[in-house]
């Protein structure tokens, strides 16, 4: 065996060099928390932005048959915020912000042509 398997080199607070032996089973080994550091905080911003623009998509695409009038005016808000986040699932926000507006377009068509908010399907 080699000497450089066995032995991994780490740098001390002080700056020295200092040997710590390596596991036998080839295991990663475990990093722990100097004392006085914090981890570093989890990119939850992100993350909540690829849901409001999932959740924007869902909604929008729902409103197309029910609850137009509800669901339109979520989706648009939620695509709008997914976007000023960043998301990394632009498309999905701009179809959800789509969507919305085409909710809002379908209600207003049925308005003018049944001269109600009620509608449904058949006749």
């Known amino acids: 065996m080699r000497i450089d398997t066995l032995v991994r080199p780490t740098t001390g607070t002080s700056g020295t060099a200092r040997h710590r032996p390596a596991a036998a089973d ?34 929008g695409l729902t409103g197309l048959l029910v609850m ?28 959800g912000l789509g969507l919305g507006v085409a909710d809002l377009v379908v209600l207003a068509v049925l308005v003018t042509a049944n001269g109600s ?3 449904g399907f058949g006749g």
């Open 26 to 59: 080839g295991a990663p080994e475990r990093r722990t928390e100097e004392p006085g550091t914090t981890p570093a905080p989890a990119p939850t911003g992100t993350r909540d932005a690829d849901g409001m623009a999932v959740a924007a998509f869902v909604l």
């Open 68 to 95: 137009n009038i509800v669901l339109g005016p979520i989706a648009i808000v939620l695509a709008t915020l997914a976007l000023l986040r960043g998301t990394a699932r632009r498309r999905r926000a701009l179809l």
């Open 117 to 119: 908010v009620v509608w």
